[in-house]
């Protein structure tokens, strides 16, 4: 089965520094990967994907994430992180090929400090 | 912009209550999905609809049903809830197998 790992409960990273939340995934055949975002009482929004094409996607608010196939990762990052980053992040992916099925990781929370 | 919307922001339920939560849709996508969202599990797939009237089950349907009698709008039933079924519950749509999701703002639902 394919499946999605965050290893990371929560990253803490200063304001202005770079950040990068961490993904890996296990997939048989192409992945079809996501980012989404959740702030406090909300639901999730998305942020970028990787269908096929270039290995670095730029997303929502500055956000970017590199495909990495020999890894299998999808860490996403931003040059440099604001306090109003400070949210949840969720990596996803579909699972299985042909289907509508979503696998997504346990969440990351960031914690941007000022 | 597409729009999710689900009936309730907070809900308090009695255990062995039947629960409906409702989601509804404005972008006429075929694909609906609810999930359950628990602190260090993620979401987890409960059940998700392609098309109306058809369903799926997800990864976690035990205790749980679904209706979705027109396109727009996808209902979730808890038949008899239970304590074990407090938890944040999450809609969301898509147009198609590649397009990203689109979520509801989600239904605290608490079961004493």
């Known amino acids: 089965a394919q499946s999605v790992a965050q290893p990371e409960d929560q990253v803490n990273v200063a304001e202005g520094n770079p950040l990068t939340v961490k993904c890996t995934y296990s997939v048989s055949g192409n992945p079809y990967l996501f980012w989404y975002v959740q702030y406090p009482n909300r639901g999730l929004q998305f942020l970028l994907k990787?269908?096929?094409?270039?290995?670095l996607v730029k997303g929502s608010y500055g956000f970017e994430a590199e495909f990495n196939k020999s890894q299998t990762s999808f860490h996403l990052k931003k040059p440099s992180a604001l306090v109003s980053d400070s949210a949840l992040y969720f990596c996803?992916?579909?699972?299985?090929?042909?289907?509508?099925?979503?696998?997504f990781g346990t969440g990351t929370r960031l914690k941007v400090l000022a | 912009d597409v729009k999710v919307t689900q009936s309730s922001r907070y809900l308090v339920k009695r255990t062995g209550e039947k629960v409906f939560l409702e989601c509804v849709q404005d972008m006429d996508h075929e694909n609906m999905f609810w999930y359950r969202q628990d602190p260090g599990l993620g979401l987890r797939l409960i059940y998700f609809s392609y098309d109306v009237k058809m369903k799926e089950k997800g990864d976690i349907p035990e205790g749980y049903s679904v209706s979705r009698e027109k396109k727009e709008r996808f209902s979730l039933i808890l038949e008899s809830a239970s304590t074990n079924q407090t938890s944040m519950y999450l809609c969301a749509s898509t147009p198609e197998v590649l397009h990203e999701q689109f979520f509801g703002p989600g239904t605290r639902l608490t079961v004493l």
């Open positions: 990787y269908i096929t094409g270039d290995n």
């Open positions: 996803a992916v579909r699972d299985p090929p042909g289907t509508y099925k979503y696998i």
